[in-house]
Nanobody, 129 residues
């Protein structure tokens, strides 16, 4: 499984960005998520979408602002980010634990994240006026 992120950039507070993650391998069988890491901080799970897209999960800090989606034909997982805040500034990674549904023990959701099996190189999002 390989994952390649794109779409990061600089935006003013209140703006929007759409991140994309192109995946390769049998990824239609796996949940895919996004996590972020700001300088000097731990990884923080942002969103996760299950195999087939039947369920999604979000960190409390992004609920109502971010939307995760997947296109298994196009082998892309996207993260639409609206109403961006300065505290959203971080490097964003897409990742998988090679499981079918989003497990709390992997993504943490406000707690320490667990083990991931694959992730991309990351894309930088900077929110600043």
């Amino acid at each position: 499984v390989q994952l390649v992120e794109s779409g990061g950039g600089s935006v003013q507070p209140g703006g929007s960005l759409r991140l994309s993650c192109v995946v390769s391998g049998l990824t239609e069988h796996y949940a895919i998520g996004w996590f972020r890491q700001a300088p000097g901080k731990e990884r923080e799970a942002v969103a996760c979408i299950s195999m087939g897209g039947s369920s999604t999960h979000y960190a409390d800090s992004v609920k109502g602002r971010f939307t995760i989606s997947r296109d298994d034909v196009g082998k892309t997982v996207s993260l639409q980010m609206n109403s961006l805040k300065s505290e959203d500034t971080a490097v964003y990674y897409c990742a998988t634990d090679l499981l079918d549904y989003c497990r709390d023990y992997t993504w943490g959701w406000g707690s320490t994240m667990g083990r991931l099996d694959a992730w991309g190189q990351g894309t930088l999002v900077t929110v600043s006026s």
